[in-house]
C-alpha cells in the first residue's frame, strides 16, 4: 500500500527557515511526480512546488526565490527547504505523488510563521 508521512513543520518567526520532508513507502519512486501544496484556514488549496520524475520543478509565484523542492530517490523521500517565512506561508503542507494521473496524498505537517 502506499504511504507519504510528512514531518518538519513548527514555528518559526517571519524570516526563518524550515524543511519539510515527506517519506514515501510501497511505491516505485523514483517514476512518481511529486508536490507540495497547503491549505490555510478559509481559503482553497494551493501548488507551491512540484518536481517531476524527470527533475523539472516548477514553484507557485509566491514561493519563487524563496522555497526549493528537491527529491532523493535513494532515500524514497522528497523534500521542501522554506526560507525567507513570511507570516501569509501559514498553512498545513502536504505532499503527493501521482502517476498517471492517480494521485495519493499524505496527511499534513502544520506551519505556522508568527512573531
Known amino acids: 500500500q502506499v504511504q507519504l508521512v510528512e514531518s518538519g513543520g513548527g514555528l518559526v518567526q517571519p524570516g526563518g527557515s524550515l524543511r519539510l520532508s515527506c517519506a514515501a513507502s510501497g511505491i516505485i519512486f523514483s517514476i512518481y511526480d511529486l508536490g507540495w501544496y497547503r491549505q490555510a484556514p478559509g481559503k482553497q488549496r494551493e501548488l507551491v512546488a512540484r518536481?517531476?520524475?524527470?527533475?523539472?520543478?516548477n514553484y507557485a509565484d509566491s514561493v519563487k526565490g524563496r522555497f526549493t523542492i528537491s527529491r532523493d530517490n535513494a532515500k524514497n523521500t522528497v523534500y521542501l527547504r522554506m526560507n525567507s517565512l513570511k507570516p501569509g506561508d501559514t498553512a498545513v503542507y502536504h505532499c503527493?505523488?501521482?502517476?498517471?494521473?492517480?494521485?495519493?496524498w499524505g496527511q499534513g505537517t502544520q506551519v505556522t510563521v508568527s512573531s
Open positions: 503527493s505523488a501521482d502517476l498517471h494521473g492517480e494521485t495519493t
Open positions: 518536481i517531476t520524475s524527470g527533475g523539472t520543478t
